[in-house]
């Protein structure tokens, strides 16, 4: 069984790039949520993506957007990069259906200058 | 304002000895609790749960237990081993809310020293 895989693991951007985030879902996962983690904070929600779809979001402005493809893939773009942005960026899979359990990935870290 | 809090960001403990870590919430309509560690340079990763009509679950070493009229739940590691030292995150789903929606918590640092 593979695990949730993100890419890259580590990138630098400056002050108002874009950036993209990749990320697999485990094998039978349909739902895929996002979750930015700041230094010394908990993981807080981005939002989730099922059958291709947002079906939720948290308290994050519209440059945060994303995508999911038929294969549960996903991407979170983030547009106008601002050094708040600086975190570690966590992609978890989930079953779709009523377990809540999620499965992280590695993250990817994101540094900007 | 935090709705999931663990107010002890580190803890240390002695190898064989009990952990306990702790978490608070404040929003009552909170039905599903979760623990997860995480270790350096890894994704968290899922420990145990307890739904809001239970009181306690137990896994192996690990028991949480749920107090709703305090909205207070416990992580205990019994008994403790180096290899637990990691950060557990304490977090929350609300009822109605989507599946991925998860609370967590700011994080305590377990330090088992052998």
């Known amino acids: 069984e593979t695990g949730v895989t993100q890419s890259p693991t580590h990138l630098i951007k400056t002050r108002g790039q874009q950036v993209t985030l990749r990320c697999s879902s485990q094998s039978g996962h349909n739902t895929v949520s996002w979750y930015q983690q700041a230094l010394g904070q908990g993981p807080q929600f981005i939002f989730q993506?099922?059958?291709?779809?947002?079906?939720g979001r948290g308290n994050f402005p519209p440059r945060f957007s994303g995508l999911q493809f038929p294969n549960y893939s996903s991407e979170l773009n983030v547009n106008a990069l601002e050094l708040d942005d600086s975190a570690l960026y966590l992609c978890a899979s989930s079953s779709g259906t009523r377990g809540v359990e999620l499965f992280f990935g590695e993250g990817s870290r994101l540094t900007v200058l | 304002d935090q709705q999931v809090k663990q107010n002890s960001p580190s803890l240390s403990v002695q190898e064989g000895r009990i952990s306990i870590l702790n978490c608070d919430y404040t929003?009552?309509?909170?039905?599903?609790f979760l623990w997860y560690k995480k270790y350096p340079a890894e994704g968290p990763t899922f420990l145990i749960s307890i739904s809001s009509i239970k009181d306690k679950n137990e896994d192996g070493r690990f028991t949480v237990f749920l107090n709703k009229s305090a909205k207070h739940l416990s992580l205990h590691i019994v008994p403790s081993q180096p290899g637990d030292s990691a950060v557990y995150f304490c977090?929350?789903?609300?009822?109605?809310?989507?599946?991925?929606?998860?609370?967590f918590g700011k994080g305590t640092k377990l330090s088992v020293k052998p």
């Open positions: 993506y099922y059958r291709e779809e947002e079906n």
């Open positions: 977090a929350s789903k609300g009822a109605g809310g989507s599946q991925g929606n998860l609370i």
């Open positions: 929003n009552s309509m909170f039905d599903y």
